[in-house]
């Protein structure tokens, strides 16, 4: 296979096996199961889908391959999936091909080019995870890239109790987390393996290329063992992360789909330490936490403001009653027609839909959610909420039944009609 000698590398070396015997992580989940390889075509990934096609058969795996074309690269992105496409036809391996488009995601989340291209590529892989109903997705991360991580984690921000290099997942492996970026350069050459070298990863533009060109490099000449330092101080950190987490175990923190809410007593009635590290779990969840995100929320514990935009589309609130992180996207206006032959509108962002009985069946009705100036019995629709102190968020959220240009009914709030109910839908 030959594609762009100017950046292809070919290492050639002695033809004889490099053994990862008792280093490799998970063998035992890698054994009798169905794998989907995250295959960039780099120096890694190239490393570890050849490594599991060699062992395919003593360790019974039924091998694919997946490619994400993240679409910020135009010819040379184009140049890396021929190359995944060659190589998996020459292995015989399945490969699965999925375009995302990283630069509409920056703009529209206010998210590093970074974070988005790791968010959209995974929700890709798990695509293909459930397509083919595999048991895992195999990521070539190796003991390099932990290292890299946590030194990213300190200049950006991270707290001293999540400094460990990844999170477990239970459908994600890294075979590799043992092994170092040299041994498996080893394994390239020693098996004269072809690869596609990103030329954004020469580029000392984003933080984690800075840190593994500049930084790393300085701390190996001076200390040969920070490898093995570093490990033992993420373990320290996830251990005080499991201490923390039993500590607090009686949170009445409550997650759903896409918010997570936290009595407010509860939150401020905990040492400052603590509340960082609630706040701190509950964005995790959602979104990969800095520091300043963490700031900011405790801040607005005290200040005047109520709300805040964070990373991904979320937003935090401070409310009367609990600190809430929720997406954007549920507190979006609606607005619905209900027709004369309907007596049920969904509301799927609500999960719920309304109920129309009695005379209203054939009616004509709008459902939608408040807006300013909205008046109900002569009182204003805000006043009332207020007096009956219910959370902006959740006033955001309430249905509101509109017939003639007038309001007839009020989710929770008014419900003088008999002939309208809201209806949670089980998810």
């Known amino acids: 296979m030959k594609i762009n000698g100017k950046i292809m590398r070919r290492l050639v070396g002695e033809n004889q096996t490099i053994s990862f015997d008792g280093k490799i992580i998970d063998i035992d989940r890698l054994k009798n199961s169905k794998i989907v ?6 120096r890694d990934s190239v490393a570890l889908l050849h490594y599991l096609y060699r062992m395919r058969e003593s360790y019974n795996i039924k091998l694919y391959a997946c490619h994400v074309n993240h679409g910020i690269r135009g010819e040379m992105g184009d140049r890396d999936e021929d190359f995944c496409k060659s190589f998996c036809m020459e292995f015989k391996i399945p490969l699965f091909i999925k375009k995302i488009d990283v630069p509409s995601h920056v703009s529209r989340f206010n998210l590093s080019v970074e974070d988005a291209a790791r968010k959209l590529r995974y929700l890709a892989l798990f695509e293909v995870l459930q397509e083919l109903g595999a048991d895992y997705i195999a990521t070539a991360h190796h003991l ?91 373990e320290q950190s996830s251990e005080l992360k499991n201490f923390l987490h039993n500590h607090l175990a009686d949170s009445p923190m409550k997650f759903d789909r896409s918010l997570a809410h936290l009595d407010k007593k509860y939150l401020l ?64 206006k609606f607005i619905f027609l209900k027709k004369e032959s309907d007596d049920i509108v969904f509301l799927p962002k609500l999960c719920k839909y309304i109920k129309f009985d009695g005379s209203l069946r054939d009616a004509v009705l709008i459902i939608r959610n408040r807006k300013d100036g909205d008046r109900v019995d002569g009182s204003k629709l805000k006043d009332i909420l207020i007096e009956k102190k219910i959370d902006k968020f959740d006033r955001d959220r309430l249905v509101v039944v509109e017939k003639d240009g007038k309001i007839i009914w009020v989710e929770n709030v008014w419900e003088v009609n008999e002939n309208i109910k809201a209806v949670d839908m089980e998810v």
């Open 269 to 332: 009635s905990k040492s400052l330490f603590e509340r960082r590290f609630l706040l701190a779990k509950m964005f995790e969840k959602f979104f990969r936490v800095e520091k300043k995100h963490i700031d900011n929320a405790m801040n607005l514990l005290v200040g005047k403001s109520k709300r805040i935009n964070m990373p991904d589309g979320f937003i935090f609130e401070v409310s009367m009653n609990k600190v809430i992180i929720f997406h954007r996207d549920l507190i979006e």
């Open 37 to 42: 390889v995250a295959f960039s075509g780099g």
């Open 144 to 234: 390099d890239d932990i290292v890299e991580t946590f030194f990213v984690k300190v200049f950006t921000g991270g707290a001293i109790y999540n400094l460990k290099g990844f999170d477990r997942n239970d459908r994600v492996l890294r075979p590799f987390a043992n092994l170092e970026r040299m041994q498996i350069e080893e394994y390239i050459k020693h098996n004269k393996l072809e690869y596609v070298d990103d030329e954004t990863n020469f580029s000392s533009d984003y933080v984690r290329n800075w840190v593994r060109l500049k930084i790393i490099p300085e701390i190996r000449n001076y200390n040969r063992g920070y490898l093995n330092n570093i490990y033992s101080l993420q």
